[in-house]
Structures are given as C-alpha cells and as structure tokens.
Nanobody
Framework: QVQLVESGGGLVQPGGSLRLSCAAS????????MGWYRQPPGKQRELVAG???????DYSDSVKGRFTIYRDNAKNTIYLQMNSLKPEDTAVYYC????????WGQGPQVTVSS
C-alpha cells in the first residue's frame, strides 16, 4: 500500500518559517519524481518545488530564494523548508510522487497571517 504522509503545516506569521515533510512508503523512492504542490483558496493547484527523475530541481518563480526542497533517500522523505513566508503562501500543500503511477498526500494546511 502506497502512502505519502505529510507533516509540518500550521499557522505562522508573515516573515516566519515552516518545514514540511513527506514520508513515502510502498514505492521505490528513487524511481519517482517527488515534489510539493499547493492549492490556494479558490485557485488551481500549482507546482511549488520538485525533483525530476533525473534529480534536477524546479521551483515556482514565486518561491525562488525563499523555499528549499531537499530529500533524505535513506528515510524515503522529502522536505520543503519555507522561509520569509507571505500571506499569499497560504494554501493546502500536497506532496506528489509521480512515475508510472501518480500519488498524492493528504495536504496539510499552511496559513500565513498576523
């Protein structure tokens, strides 16, 4: 059974930081393109940051310089370090594992508000 278990969401003030984690089980981790997506209220789901299967990294322009994606292959886990958070970063954040099959996590809420 494939599971993507996310943690680390919550409420933070503007300028603050949060770290999201996504632990994968039931898949061969290295085969999958892993990434973070988000869906702001009333908007479409969008890529935040992700690893391609070749290992390169893509970032949305809106988070470059503020967010960092990294992975721990020994733990089958990816992380999203989010710094200098802004109210427009408020969204449900989803972990995704994509190869032949496409899996999504449950989506923790991140709220940036004073």
């Amino acid at each position: 059974q494939v599971q993507l278990v996310e943690s680390g969401g919550g409420l933070v003030q503007p300028g603050g930081s949060l770290r999201l984690s996504c632990a994968a089980s039931g898949i061969i981790f290295s085969n999958y393109a892993m990434g973070w997506y988000r869906q702001p209220p009333g908007k479409q789901r969008e890529l935040v940051a992700g690893f391609t299967r070749s290992g390169s990294i893509d970032y949305s322009d809106s988070v470059k310089g503020r967010f960092t994606i990294y992975r721990d292959n020994a733990k089958n886990t990816i992380y999203l370090q989010m710094n200098s958070l802004k109210p427009e970063d408020t969204a449900v954040y989803y972990c995704r594992a994509k190869w032949i099959y496409d899996y999504w996590g449950q989506g923790p809420q991140v709220t940036v508000s004073s």
